[in-house]
């Protein structure tokens, strides 16, 4: 199984930005995805990386994040813009069964 470590996540206001990333310890060929767990909540799928014109996204994050890979790097990142509370979550890289640690997102004023 591979090895996933994200970083990226941190304390941000409302409107605010920030930029995950999520390091392999090998070559990636697959898809690889995003997903986040908020308190209280279910996991949920938020964004999906096949190919780099082959992307998907969850309703409730289109037009505010993108999710793109350095393929050289073995580096999947996800941005995000807009941020919202709702978005305050444990943000989890996967990749065919394996998981990260996550990083924390929190979207408060």
């Known amino acids: 199984q591979e090895q996933l470590v994200e970083s990226g996540g941190a304390l941000v206001q409302p409107g605010g930005s920030l930029r995950l990333s999520c390091a392999a310890s090998?070559?990636?060929?697959?898809?690889m995805d995003w997903y986040r767990r908020a308190p209280g909540k279910q996991r949920e799928l938020v964004a999906t990386h096949a190919t780099p014109g082959n992307t998907n996204y969850a309703d409730s994050v289109k037009g505010r994040f993108t999710i793109y890979r350095d393929y050289a790097k073995n580096i999947l990142y996800l941005e995000m813009n807009n941020l919202r509370s709702e978005d305050t979550a444990v943000y989890y890289c996967h990749y065919q069964g394996s998981w990260g640690q996550g990083t924390q997102v929190t979207v408060s004023s």
């Open positions: 090998g070559s990636i060929f697959g898809t």
